[in-house]
Every structure is written in C-alpha cells, then in structure tokens.
C-alpha cells in the first residue's frame, strides 16, 4: 500500500513547466519564460519542454536566458499531456507550476499557490486565468464560457474544486507518485480537435486514489492568457463547446458520468441561467451585446451537449474513449 503525502515542509522546491509546440507563439512563449523566471520568489526550477520540434528547441538553446532555463525535448507521445508528463520526470521539485506557453503570470502567482499548499491535504491549486485580447473582446463573448479560452469563467467560486485550469496550476508531485501522470489519450496535440479534459480526469483519479486530497482556486493571484483573433469567433467557439462535449464524453467513460460531470451540472442549474437572466436584463437597459450573449449561452450549451451526445455515441459503438476525437471519415 502507498504511503499517504506527508505535510509540505515550510520551504519545499518548486519546478515551473512550460510546455511548447510551435514557433508561431514565439513571441508570447518568451514573455511566457521570463514571467516564469522573475517570479518572487524564484522557482527552484525552469523547464521548458518541447513537444516534437526539434528545430524550435534548438532555437530555445540559441537564446540567452538571464537564469538557467531548461530545455528540453518530450520524449513522450505527441501533445500537451506527453509534455506534461515529459516535464514531471525531468524536474525534481515537489511542487510543480504548469504554465502555458501563451501564459504570462504574475509575479506573485507561485508563491500565492505554494501558500494554498501548505496544508498537507491540499494537492493542487490553480489561479485566475484571465483573457488578454489579441483585438476588442467581441460584445457577444460570455464570461460564463471563459472556458472555452483556458480562462477562469463566471461561476467559479474559491476555495475547493472538482478539477483545477491547466493554463496556470500547481500540483504536488505524490499525485503524481500516487495517480501517474496526465493521461496521452486526452489533451491537446498539434493536429487534433481543441480537446481538453486531462486535467480533469487526473483530478478525479487522484481523489480516488487519495480520498482525502483537495483541489483549490485561489483568484488573489493569476495570468493572462492570449486570445488570438482566430478564437474570438463564432466558428472557433461553437467548435471549441462541441470539442469540449467529446472530451466530457470520454471522461464520462474513463471516470463515469457522476464523477466526470457533478461541476457540470452546477453550470447548468445556477450559472447559466442567471447569465441568460443577464442577457435579457442587459437587452432591456441598453448596454450592446446582450440578445447576442444569451443567443452565445444556447448555442455553446447546444454545441457541447450535441458533442457529448456524439461523442457517448461513438464510443458506445467500439468502447473505446479515444474514438470521439478520431476525424471523421
């Protein structure tokens, strides 16, 4: 039988994994690393993991980093939760900060997690993930589905979660020890559909391996997340929702459906009908954007009902979650 994580030290080290697959995010990936290495104070560790581009990782090795920054190659199946997982066995650190790599954090953000963690229940923290706009923020976007972005959306209240945002989360590396790492068969990769979930489904496996364990948000500190222009569109974020439905398909299956979807239902009752409340209340006292909102809140909630409909569907037909994010034919 596994030991049960013992109480977090007063001073424990800390690793910050930021995980890269393309050079067109070359810009926001090196605002990315040096948030990473001013935080106060410093982490332990900086690593960045390429995912299966080699020529972007010798471009990494070519810059000149004011503190050692690791770089390295994911020696792990393509996509996010590989990365992920590659950056877990070549840090050290107790704590780990997964920081995307269009992410910038605030120079507090790791220390306001590690503080959360200071209880030995707690495995993992996450902060606010807020937008930061390529062009305006279309009227219409609601902050009930921030998610679709990565972002911290309306309706999420501090303090315990089910799961934690991948843009910006610490966790504990006995979770990792106890539950594995991020599983391959969710998560993005270059070529797939905006798919998700990995987070979710390690949150769920390690609070049944340690029933105990805690997940928590903690809005006091956060990062900014880049919005590229292409994801504030109607076509990206229907497709996101129906994207986010497969992946909740999957988890349903892997985790069951009263555990994959007990946040879910919450959103449903509470969170969006007050936004569609909103949406009128702002149609009727002028201020633009609110018919389009509540027309927004149907149409993401349709769209990702309609995937995870598919999605069961298909893997119903060959019990297999991976099949509802294979193209189809």
Not at 74 to 96: D, Q, Y
Not at 138 to 161: A, I, K, R
Not at 239 to 252: I, M, N, Q, T, V
Request: net charge positive; proline share 7%; hydrophobic share 40%.
């Amino acid at each position: 039988m596994r030991n049960v994580p013992q109480p977090t030290p007063d001073k424990c080290e800390t690793a910050i994994v930021i995980c890269c697959y393309s050079d067109k995010r070359w810009d926001i990936l090196n605002k990315a690393i040096r948030s990473a290495m001013h935080q106060i104070p410093a982490a332990d560790e900086v690593i960045v993991v390429v995912d299966h581009n080699p020529g972007l990782a010798r471009r990494l090795r070519d810059q000149a980093f004011e503190i050692p920054v690791r770089i390295v190659e994911s020696t792990h199946p393509p996509g996010l939760s590989g990365a992920r997982n590659t950056g877990i066995s070549v840090s050290s650190s107790e704590i780990i900060l997964f920081l995307d790599d269009d992410a910038i954090a605030d120079q507090d953000l790791l220390a306001t997690l590690v503080r959360q963690m200071a209880h030995p229940s707690v495995m993992g923290a996450v902060s606010t993930i807020r937008p930061l706009w390529e062009t305006e923020r279309p009227s219409w976007f609601p902050d009930e589905f921030l998610w679709t972005l990565g972002c911290t959306y309306l309706g999420l209240h501090p303090g315990p979660v089910r799961n934690l945002i991948g843009a910006s989360m610490c966790i504990r590396r006995s979770v990792f020890d106890h539950a594995g790492g991020f599983d391959s068969g969710l998560g993005r990769t270059a070529k797939a559909l905006p798919s998700g979930c990995e987070e979710t489904e390690l949150c769920i496996r390690a609070q049944k391996v340690l029933p105990h364990a805690r997940f928590v948000y903690d809005p006091s500190s956060g990062s900014d997340h880049a919005i590229p222009a292409s994801r504030a569109t109607w076509r990206y974020f229907l497709y996101r929702c129906w994207a986010e439905g497969l992946s909740k398909a999957s988890l349903s299956f892997m985790a069951g459906t009263g555990k994959a979807l007990t946040s879910e239902k919450t959103y449903m009752v509470k969170t969006l009908p007050r936004g569609v409340m909103q949406g009128f209340a702002d149609v009727l006292s002028g201020p633009p954007g609110g018919l389009l909102r509540v027309v927004a809140l149907a149409s993401g909630l349709t769209a990702t009902a309609a995937g995870f409909a598919f999605g069961r569907t298909r893997i119903a037909l060959s019990r297999s979650p991976a099949l509802a994010f294979k193209p189809l034919e």
